[in-house]
T-cell receptor, first 115, second 114 residues
Framework: SQTIHQWPATLVQPVGSPLSLECTVE??????LYWYRQAAGRGLQLLFY??????ISSEVPQNLSASRPQDRQFILSSKKLLLSDSGFYLC??????????????FGPGTRLLVL | AQKVTQAQTEISVVEKEDVTLDCVYE???????LFWYKQPPSGELVFLIR??????QNEISGRYSWNFQKSTSSFNFTITASQVVDSAVYFC???????????FGAGTTVTVRA
């Protein structure tokens, strides 16, 4: 069966510091991968998605970037965090059939607080 | 453009009551997919159901049931005989064919009191 991992679970960072959140998926090959942010306990917003290694699509211009160095690894980064980057970050995966509309399965999330 | 509206922000019920969560969507596509997810206090989103736009059959899974009506662009979710463990935020979401994006509604917080 497939599992998805995220770490760290919780992170407190000062404004202006860098960020690296990691997501890995097990039990599947060539998945589609996604990063979402949920602010104020509500409203999930898609940040990035990837259909293959090195392929990243950005949905919202912001202070963040994403990379996919390996098939089942997805990383969310920032060079300098802003207060507005605080939130709950969720990684998700879906089968890589390429047609869209597949079910997305979510990881446990990372709670980020920028002070 | 896609849009999902969950008009109910919060619902509070007493255990064993039924609760229905409304979801209304907007899309210009004829092929699309609708989803419901549950987010318990732990935060992880749990997948509940996926329906495509060509399948309007209602579905029942244990105490959960879903009513899909294309005529009113609605995909409502009912929890029968609610339990305290049903307390969570429930999200409705829409995806169009050929689009990887899931558009989520704002969510409905369900509180079930013992």
């Amino acid at each position: 069966s497939q599992t998805i991992h995220q770490w760290p679970a919780t992170l407190v960072q000062p404004v202006g510091s860098p960020l690296s959140l990691e997501c890995t998926v097990e039990g599947t090959s060539n998945p589609n991968l996604y990063w979402y942010r949920q602010a104020a306990g509500r409203g999930l917003q898609l940040l990035f998605y990837s259909v293959g290694i090195g392929q990243i699509s950005s949905e919202v211009p912001q202070n963040l970037s994403a990379s996919r160095p390996q098939d089942r690894q997805f990383i969310l980064s920032s060079k300098k965090l802003l207060l507005s980057d605080s939130g709950f970050y969720l990684c998700a995966w879906s089968e890589g059939s390429g047609s869209g509309g597949e079910t997305q399965y979510f990881g446990p999330g990372t709670r980020l607080l920028v002070l | 453009a896609q849009k999902v509206t969950q008009a109910q922000t919060e619902i509070s019920v007493v255990e064993k009551e039924d609760v229905t969560l409304d979801c209304v969507y907007e899309t210009r596509d004829t092929t699309y997919y609708l989803f419901w997810y549950k987010q318990p206090p732990s935060g992880e989103l749990v997948f509940l159901i996926r329906r495509n736009s060509f399948d309007e059959q209602n579905e029942i899974s244990g105490r959960y049931s879903w009513n899909f009506q294309k005529s009113t662009s609605s995909f409502n979710f009912t929890i029968t005989a609610s339990q305290v463990v049903d307390s969570a935020v429930y999200f409705c979401a829409l995806s169009e064919a050929g689009d990887y994006k899931l558009s989520f509604g704002a969510g409905t917080t369900v509180t079930v009191r013992a």
